[in-house]
Every structure is written in structure tokens, then in C-alpha cells.
Nanobody, 125 residues
């Protein structure tokens, strides 16, 4: 079992930045693939980014490429999502997720077994 707790959300102006954190606890943390998904009001959950257990393989949604960066610190059992150049379309609840794995980085929510409660990000002037 893996427990995930997100933090770092809040209100930010368009063009601003936020860094989300995901604290994990449980067994064999280092062998989990981590990902971020988001869900805006009235919309389906959307893949944002994923990172494999070593951190060497990442995947991003086209809508965030070049602006968002996913990373992890296995020693601290943390995953991060650095979000730059945010726009109002980034307003959503952001959740981190995990699945046992090594090299592959799935981008479908159905492929992930563990989920946090989410943190709200609001991009507005």
C-alpha cells in the first residue's frame, strides 16, 4: 500500500508558477511510477505528467510540455510538479498517483492504483 498526500496548491495569477509536492508513505517506494493528473470542473480527469522510478524517463501531456516539470526524490519519498507560465486552463484539482513499475510511464488513469486526495490550483487574475 502507498499513501499519497499532495500540497502546494493555491491561487496564482496567469503567467505565474507553483510547485506541487506529493508525499508518499508505504512499502517499496522506489519501485513506484509516479504521475500527476488534473480534473477541472465539468471535465474528465486529464493526464499531466509521469516519471519512472529512477527519474530518467518522463512523459508530459502536450498541453504542458515546456512549462511543467515532474521530478522525484526517492530518499525523501517525494514527487514534485513544477508548473510555470500557468494559464486559466490550468485551474483544476491536481492529484498524484502511483503504480508499481520501473521503466514504463503510463498516461491513463486506469493504469494507476494509488491516488491522493488532490490539491486545488486556481489560475486567475
Amino acid at each position: 500500500q502507498v499513501q499519497l498526500v499532495e500540497s502546494g496548491g493555491g491561487l496564482v495569477q496567469p503567467g505565474g508558477s507553483l510547485r506541487l509536492s506529493c508525499a508518499a508513505s508505504g512499502r517499496t517506494w522506489r519501485r513506484y511510477v509516479m504521475a500527476w493528473f488534473r480534473q477541472a470542473p465539468g471535465k474528465d480527469r486529464e493526464f499531466v505528467a509521469a516519471i519512472n522510478w529512477s527519474g530518467r524517463i518522463t512523459k508530459y501531456a502536450d498541453s504542458v510540455k515546456g512549462r511543467f516539470t515532474i521530478s522525484r526524490d526517492n530518499a525523501k519519498e517525494m514527487a514534485y510538479l513544477q508548473m510555470n507560465s500557468l494559464n486559466p486552463e490550468g485551474t483544476a484539482v491536481y492529484c498524484c498517483s502511483a503504480v508499481v513499475g520501473s521503466e514504463s510511464v503510463p498516461d491513463r488513469a486506469i493504469d494507476y492504483d494509488y491516488w491522493g486526495q488532490g490539491t486545488q490550483v486556481t489560475v486567475s487574475s
